[in-house]
Each structure stands twice: as C-alpha cells, then as structure tokens.
Nanobody
C-alpha cells in the first residue's frame, strides 16, 4: 500500500516562509514520473502550484514563479516545495501529487496540509 504523507504546513505572516515535504511510503521500487503540489482555497478550484518530473523539468503556476521552489529526491520519492514571500492569497490546503505509468496510469494524492497566511 503506497501513500503520500505531507508535512510542514502552518500559520505564517505575509512575507514569511514555509517548507512543505511529501514522502511516498510503502514498498516502492520505481520513481514517479512526476511529483508536485496542488492547492485548493475555500470556494476555489484546485490548481497546480509546482510540479517536477523525474528528469528535473519543472512547471510553476504564474502566481508563484520567483517565490516558490520545488525539489525532489528521486531515490526515496520525496518532494519538497519552499514557499517564500508568502501572500494572503497563498492561503490554501496544499496537496502532494505523484503520478507515473507502470503498465497503467497511476496517480496518488496526499491528504493535504493547511497553509494559512495572515492578513
């Protein structure tokens, strides 16, 4: 049974920083093709924050470029995102995502970690 476990969320003032971590647990003998982060604010659609392939290619939402940095460790299937210069509009539940193709498409989601940026 493989699952994603997030950590690092919390309350922070505008301009502050947080580092989110996500680790895939279980007996995993492969590297996910892509791992990253999505977020969902109250009343809004879930959106991509940042994503990274196993080869190191990255995608960022326009709203976070220059402020957030994604990284991952392919060996242990762990992904991180450094959140800098946080704004109130960054407040959301952040979800870890991992996907790959092993015969069939496989996608996993974490339970989410709450990031709250005060006014």
């Amino acid at each position: 049974q493989v699952q994603l476990v997030e950590s690092g969320g919390g309350l922070v003032q505008p301009g502050g920083s947080l580092r989110l971590s996500c680790a895939a647990s279980g007996n995993i003998i492969f590297s996910f093709s892509a791992m990253g982060w999505y977020r969902q604010a109250p009343g809004k659609q879930r959106e991509l924050v940042a994503d990274m392939t196993s080869g190191g290619s990255t995608n960022y939402a326009d709203s976070v470029k220059g402020r957030f940095t994604i990284s991952r460790n392919n060996a242990n299937n762990t992904v991180y995102v450094q959140l800098n210069s946080l704004k109130p509009e960054d407040t959301a539940v952040y979800y870890c995502n991992a996907r790959t193709v092993i015969g069939r498409y496989l996608e996993l989601w974490g339970q989410g970690t709450l990031v709250t940026v005060s006014s």
